[in-house]
Each structure stands twice: as C-alpha cells, then as structure tokens.
C-alpha cells in the first residue's frame, strides 16, 4: 500500500480533507492514508474529534516512503513556527512529493516561501498576497477553488470537492469521466449525464 | 455549553458531518460537540482518522443534556445491532430531542423502525424503502439532498452541506439570510448577492 500523509494540528478543519482521505481510504485504490503531527498526544479537530495522530515529528526518520502530503488548514495555522513541520515540507517539495494544502495551510506555506517558485496558486484568501510577499506578479493567483499546479495543489477552504478532485486525479485514483462523475455526485449531488 | 452528540463508529464517513461540527465548535454559539460510541476505544474514520471518542455508551447514563444527537453513516451500519445504540436514539426520540441522520445512519434508523412515525424523509438511497417495510406510502419520500422534519432531519451521503444547514437551522446557530449566506459560501463558493 502506498502512503499519503494528512499533517494533523489541534484546530484542523474537519471538511478540508474528509472526502478525499474517506476515497484514498476505500479498497482497491493502493493507497492508505496515515496521519502526522508535531507529537504523539491527541489533536482536536475544530468539530471536536479527539484524535491519535499515527506518526509523530518528533521521532520521524524519513525512511516511510509516501507518495503526497496533505495539510488541512484550520484555526492554529496562523502563528505555526514548528521547524519540524518546515522541514517535512521542505523535504516534500526537495524530494518532488506533492504537497496538497488547503486554506490556512496554504497561508502557511505562502508566509514560509514555499510558494515562490511556483507559477500558481489559488486565489485562496484575502491576505495571502500580503502573506507571501515575495510571490510576484499578480497574474499567479488564479480565481479558482483549487489549483493543481506540477507538485503543488493550493485550495480555498470552501472547496473541498474541488481540493479533492484535483488529488485524487494527481494520485491517479479516478480519472476522466469516474473523475468527473465523482465530482458531480458530492459537488452537484447527483450524476450529470 | 449546550451539547450535541455524535455518534461515532468505526468506518464513519469523515465529510458527512464535517463541516456541522466545525460550524457548532465555533466561539459563541454556545454548543460544544462531544463524541460518543458504543465503548471507549479508538474508532476508525473511512478516511483513517483514529477517534478517541469522549463518551462511550457502556457507562453512559443519559443525566448529560444533550440538543441534538447526529449520526453520520459510513461502512459499518447495514449489520448493525448494538443495543445501547437502539437505547440512545429510542432514548431520543422519546424525549423529543431532535436526531440527525445522514446516509447509512438513516438506512439504520428506517430498518429498526425509527421512521415509521415520521413524515417526511429524504430519498435518501435506493434501498431504504425495502430496508423499512412498515414505512408507509411512497409519498412520504421527499426527493431532496436533506429533509428537516420535526425532530429528524435525514439527509443523502452526497448532502454534507445541506445536512448541515439544516441542523445549524434546527439548532438556531444561524437563520434567515446567515444561513443563506453559509449554504452558499460552501455549496457554491462564494456568497450570491
């Protein structure tokens, strides 16, 4: 089974990344999905789940191959400073491992340079232009609810379909028309024909 | 803080009551979300999240006040007969405290007989009419993502954000146009004028 990892923190937004872990989850796909934090103890969704993150920062050897990393955002995304945390996604965007970041997240990783060399994002949030202030050029920012771009998706917290069409077409999990179907059943509610 | 319970299973669908969670276990509302399961072990969401559920229904004494009780569905419903889950949600509905379904939760609900004294529920999925034989009268399924009847609000799988407003209305956490306006910002992506 190949890996994708969900970067947990106290305060994450429970929809961000529901549907897209729920279809990487399902049998058949090859992949499972394995939570991270900073530490072993429990995190607390912001809708209350009290969760046992799988790996801990603090003890990770970087020896689990796994194949994109997704960072939910949520409401402690503003101040992170956790150098272990800069470091699985430096060594993500070193190693060519997709990192997939929604929201605040996407914050995060504007604020910490990680969205410099990098040709778009989504027009995500208010104050990422000011977040990212060395991310020239205006024209970067595409006014779309998630952007898949080489190793890179950046989405708006209301886009979770969106966010996770555009995962589960980079992983190769749906593709075409079950792409296309599975997104209009949980975007539009039923099938389109 | 009024309370409102989820009832958490392993196999639980992660999106289905995702983004209500979040809403209810925002500042000021005055609601906090609990979890409760059939004992106090971790459960496992579809999407991998290990659960520490707050309350377990082994030494659950119903002297907790409790709002609402939402019941997401997931992989685990069709064979499910644990007693204690009848006794909460019978517990329920005895006492008019209003009860949230969504997808397979609701399929439960019709097979033990919960619906049968309900107006109206969701079309919710293609075999809820054979799985609740005493629930009479096809005109009783209303073909919509939710339907808010009384105390039971049911809803489809592909539904989140409309089972969500419909439980944020229920709950009067929003009304009138802030509900309109939460609906569309997350069904559509940005607020209609």
Known sequence: MKNVLVLIKDGFADWEASYVTAELNKPGTGYQVKTIATDQSQKTS?????VVPDYSLQDFRYELPFEMLII?????????RNQQIEKLIAFCFSNEIPVAAICDATTYLGKHGFLDHHKHTANSLPYLKEAAPNYQGEERYIDAQ???????????????????????EKLKVLEGEDLRQWYDL???????S
Chains 1, 2 share one sequence.
């Open 72 to 80: 939910p955002g949520g409401t402690e995304w503003k101040e992170e």
């Open 146 to 168: 998630s952007v898949s771009d080489g190793s890179l998706i950046t989405a708006n917290g209301s886009g979770a379909v969106e966010f996770s069409r555009d995962i589960l």
């Open 186 to 192: 949980f975007k539009v509610g039923f099938v389109k």
């Open 46 to 50: 912001m809708g209350g789940l009290n």
